[in-house]
């Protein structure tokens, strides 16, 4: 028994973190924290199996009293081992300038968020040049070196930055597609992410979007509407706030975003879709659904008809 306990434990030294995420985790240790407080963190944040045995292992590598306070970035594949490796030896990135960007947030949010950040210029990410990497510019974590804000920010750092994560990250989806169906899969992904919020939710309103297509039926996507509204000021390099457009007095609006006077996708991507976004449109889930909308709570309810769809709206929204 002592022999089983002794190898399960050294696999636990070894073996990669439970936590599922594609992405590197942030863990920050305060300074004076013990190496049981620290333990007790990686747990509670799925980054190790065991406390017991992260404990045990500091304590026999001599690192317990080595641990540097600061901010660090957790690989996904990172072991007990790493984790020891990397606390006492410091391994943090404190002095970087970290932000995230949400998934489903469009160029002029991204561009707002960096620009608070110091990393760029305000409407650095506005105006003709740049409108067409809309949906290109990957949605995550990003750090940045200190002395980017020093040197007043620099744009082209920035979306290279953010460009090559996004070719990282979609290479393999994307195996053999052209620029064109690229750009589609990134037009529908970017409405999933403005107008849906579960996964299974994603794929069962692309089906209905690649219905509609079919059908030539309009889309009759509010978000597009909204983003239509915002467009032209975008273009002159003005920041506008998609979320507080009026959709109901542009329903009809002459835009090439507005899928209720036309028929098709919207002219190119309205936001930064993430990855479930892009894998539920590569992937629609056909159903017998034609409509959908999204409840005051939250939820996403489907319907087959337009009769269904009107009884819907007074149920779930109109009351």
């Keep these: 028994m002592v022999a089983v306990i002794f190898v399960v434990a050294i696999a636990l030294i070894y073996w990669p973190g439970p ?83 949400p998934e489903g947030t469009n160029l002029a949010d991204a561009g707002a968020i960096l620009e608070r950040a110091g990393v760029i210029k305000e409407g650095d990410l506005l105006g003709p040049s740049i409108l067409d990497k809309e949906g290109f510019l990957f949605p995550d974590t990003y750090r940045f070196k200190k002395e980017l804000k020093e040197r007043g920010g620099d744009v082209a750092e920035v979306v290279r930055t953010m460009e090559n994560n996004f070719n990282l990250k979609t290479q393999e989806l994307f195996v053999g597609f052209g620029r064109d169906k690229i750009e589609r899969t990134l037009i529908v992904a970017s409405i999933l992410e403005k107008e849906v919020r579960k996964e299974e939710d994603m794929r069962l309103v692309a089906g209905i979007i690649e219905k509609r297509l079919s059908v030539g039926m309009a889309l009759q996507l509010d978000a597009t509407v909204a983003y239509g509204v915002c467009y032209p000021k975008f273009l002159l390099g003005q920041y506008c706030n998609v979320s507080l457009a ?17 028929t098709g996708l919207p002219a190119g991507p309205i ?13 629609p889930q056909s159903s017998d659904f034609l409509f959908y909308l999204n409840a005051r709570d939250g939820t996403t309810v489907f319907s087959r008809t337009g009769v269904e769809h009107e009884e819907a709206r007074r149920k779930y929204i109109l009351q």
């Design 19 to 101: 936590h599922d995420a594609e992405e590197a985790v942030e863990f920050n240790i305060p300074k004076g924290q013990s190496l049981g407080s620290t333990a007790r963190l990686l747990a509670e944040e799925d980054l190790i199996h065991s406390r017991l045995v992260f404990v045990a292992y500091a304590l026999l590598a001599g690192q317990e009293k080595k641990f540097k306070a600061g901010d660090y970035l957790i690989p996904p594949s990172a072991s007990t081992r790493d984790l020891v490796f990397i606390f006492s030896r410091g391994l943090s990135q404190s002095d970087d300038i970290v932000v995230t960007i």
């Design 246 to 262: 009026n959709i109901v007095d542009n329903l009809r609006a002459n835009s090439v975003y507005n899928t209720y006077s036309r």
């Design 271 to 283: 936001s930064s879709p993430g990855l479930q976004a892009i894998k539920a449109a590569l992937n």
